[in-house]
């Protein structure tokens, strides 16, 4: 069988660290490990549209942005196909298809949109293309055969849904759809990295993000504003590690090397974090620790995107002839579906028989 990766990003702003982390870093490393036979980076403009509806223009501004973004981490186009959702007409198809294999209540029961409905305030205004939105992202993952899906932790309760209508629909039209694994961060802490001010997690409108695309300026001052513990005011005081944003930002970024390049006086985190809970370790010196480790990434990153965007030309190509291949080959799983549907009236002239 075909090893096949897909996932996506809806384009509703820059990319941020906490996409980094949770899978942008992730995808790079499956990409280059020349494991897969197709690889597939959706911009996922039509869900966007699905809780934005009155906001075409900030997803279509986006959508640039965000190509921009992968294009920067390192998702080379000769390796994978960028494209844009709402281009592939196929997958509104298999959407309604789909639809008719999947209860409401089983929708209200996934967490992720349980979550999402009561974050977003929709209580009962929920867009009926928001309600459905695991539905649709079925149909992105089936498209593409995926048999892989790098995704945030958030996203298990959407690849579960998947494989659920995957059963369903082979076990009453027959084998036809592929089922897909989630492929998550190796680093637990990779998992769910909370935004500056310690809350929830890194997110756009709570405006608590650092983005691939801030300038190191930017990212400094963001840090030496990060909240750490508020018990901890003298520098001799003991610190608490547990909720203190620099540390889970340590957990999930740094490494043992970048201890003895820019903090040689510690052999590793754990002694850094036994210094902290002691007392006589300021945060100051752990935020210009972090500033230090984060530009380890954070500066090829902003090289990369400055090389792109004076090729925007090039990204535009890009992203059209990306969008014409994902179009056929979803266009070729959609004939799969008619077929095992027995919806394909004029393939044949069964009909008449
Ligand atoms: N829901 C994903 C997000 O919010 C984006 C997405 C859309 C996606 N379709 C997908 C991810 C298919 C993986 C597979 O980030």
Redesign the pocket.
Known sequence: MKKII?????PTGHLHVG?YVG?LANRVTLQNSGEFDEIYF?I?DA?ALTDNAENPEKVRQNVLQVALDYLAVGIDPAKATIFI?SLVPALYELTAYYMDLVTVSRVQRNPTVKAEIQQKNFESSVPLGFFC?PV??AA??TAFH?TS?P??E??EP?LEQCREIVHKFNSVYGETLTEPNIYLPPNKACYRLPGLDGKAKMSKSLGNCIYLSDDAETVRKKIMSMYTDPTHIQVSDPGHIEGNTVFTYLDAFSKPEHFAEFLPEYANLDELKDHYRRGGLGDVKIKKFLNRVMETFLGPIRTRRAEWEARKEDVYDILQEGTKRAAAKADATLQEVRRAMRINYFEDKNLLK
Do not use: E, K, P
């Not at 897909?6 to 809806?10: A, I, Q």
């Open positions: 897909l996932t996506g990003d809806r996409h899978s959706m996922a869900q959702q939105y649709s992202q992105d993952i995926a899906v995704v945030g958030d996203q959407m």
